[in-house]
Structure formats: structure tokens, C-alpha cells
């Protein structure tokens, strides 16, 4: 399926679009050094990884919209202290300007982490995002646990990139998050990628805390099916979480164009209406809308 394609694709299902809620914004500096990442990506992943929507802000916003992307957060993390709250106040400004785009935050153990997420939720943001493996700490931290204590109480949905695909990292994998969730079990926590490679134990916390979700993040696609490919005997499993499974694709930073996440999705045959659930009414639902 070709990117021209995907309007007739949601339009067959009798979606009135898509709702993403792994998309990527960030300032132009950020963003720059993030593609400069991935233009090494044979060095850190031990594969090429072409950025496929390199291209200015209003030029991604306008593909977004052809795609028929209706509503999307601009996820901001940062990777070092003093970067989370001026994120923060950019992904605001942002989404106020920003058709489509609903207003996302970040956070990083770090003294204050609880008093600028707080702002944050007074100013409205609808959704989170934590990146483990590229921050480099540990969620359990203490500074979080404040942080997490009011996401719980809030409902606003953090999305956690915890799993150890494509790299690991020191505090990656089903564990550490697994013990936030254990201290915190109210946690509207989405799990990135399907918590790639560590699925199935990440699937385990999802079926055992109800707010948990997981997005489809890269999964299953021929790309990632090289790097850690999806163990289809759990099909059942996620069929019966056909309510908490929520479409992600990590655009603008993909290798591929976006309907190849959509033809993976359709792929595994799981029925339209667990199409509809992921690619509209679960990413609506979770944003707020």
C-alpha cells in the first residue's frame, strides 16, 4: 500500500480518519540532532534507517493531513536535565497553533519534575511522553514518583518507551516499568512499539493493569520484523485487548512510508472492527476526545 492509498483505506472501514498518537514535533534544533542520529543508524542499530518524511514543519504537517491524520500529539522528551519544562512550553505553543495537534509534555527525574508537570496539566496537555532508553534513567526514581502519582490520579495518558527494541538500554525492558505500574497501578501508561522485542511480557502488563495500552508503534512491519519480529502466537491476546491497542507510527522518523504501518496492522487479520478500535476510536478516547 502506497501513501496515496491510505484515504480509501480508513474510508473502507467507515473511519472518518486516524488518530496517531506517536507522531513527532520538535523544535528545529532538537529535531535536527535527532535525524543526525539516525543518518548514523548502521552504527547504532547495525542498519540503515533513511528518514522518510525529512522534511520542513508545514511540509509534514500538510502529509499528515492528506493521510487523513485527524488528531496527534507533537512528542517532546528530552535526554538530559534542564530541557523537559521549555519542552514543554514549546509543545504547547505548538498545539495551540497547530490544527489536528493535541498538547503533549515531557518529564526527566529531576528536582522540579513534579511542579512543571503540574503546570502542565493546569495549561491542559492531554498526553505524555517518556523515552527510557534514550534519557537514560531509571522511572523509579524518586523525583518521578510524584510525577507518576499525578498522571495516575489525572488520567492523562503517558506514552513510555520502555521496551529494549532497538537498543537496550540500562533501565529498558519490562521490569523497572512493571514496578512503577505496581506502585501506581490507576497508570494510563501506553506502551511503545508493543514493547518491542520483550512483547509478550509486556502484553502481561497490559492484561494485568486496565488502563494500560500499547501502541503499534513500527510494529510488524517489514522493517521491524528484521530487527525483532512480532511472535504471532499472541494474536488471540491481542485481539482481546482490541480496546487498549492504539495506532502509532513514529512520523515523521520512519524508514518507510506510512502505509506500510497500516498494511501490518491490516495484515495480522484481526477484523475491521479491531482495525477501527486502533486507528480511531482508542487514540479519540485516550486524548480526550
Known sequence: ????????????????????????????RVMDAVWSYFDQAATHYG??????????????????????????????YPHKPDMAASLNTWARDFAATTPGCVSSGTFYPEPGAAQYVKEALDEGTKIFKVHVQ?????????????????????????????????????????GP?????????????????????EYAEHLQLTETYPNVHLDTTMACTPFTEALAPFPRDLLPRYAALQDRVVLGSDFPNIPYQYAVQLEAL????????????????????????
Not at 491490516?266 to 472492527?273: A, P
Request: negative net charge.
Open 134 to 174: 534514550v534519557g537514560d534513567y531509571d522511572p523509579r526514581d524518586d523525583e518521578l514518583d510524584a510525577v507518576w502519582g499525578q498522571l495516575a490520579e489525572s488520567g492523562v495518558p503517558v506514552v513510555v518507551h520502555c521496551g529494549s527494541g532497538p537498543i537496550p538500554g540500562r533501565h529498558t525492558g519490562p
Open 1 to 28: 500500500m502506497r501513501d496515496d492509498e491510505v484515504p480509501g483505506w480508513w474510508q473502507r472501514l467507515g473511519l472518518d480518519g486516524l488518530v496517531d498518537v506517536h507522531v513527532h514535533f520538535l523544535p528545529d
Open 266 to 289: 491490516e495484515q495480522l487479520d484481526l477484523g475491521d472492527d479491531w482495525l477501527r478500535a486502533v486507528c480511531w476510536e482508542n487514540g479519540n478516547r485516550l486524548l480526550g476526545g
Open 177 to 197: 516499568m512493571g514496578d512503577v505500574l505496581r506502585k501506581h497501578p490507576r497508570l494510563t501508561a501506553v506502551i511503545a512499539h508493543l514493547g518491542m522485542p
Open 47 to 76: 542498519t540503515p534507517w533513511p528518514v522518510t518524511y525529512r522534511t520542513p514543519v508545514a511540509e509534514r504537517l500538510q502529509t499528515l493531513q492528506d493521510l487523513g491524520v485527524r488528531r496527534f500529539p507533537a512528542l517532546v
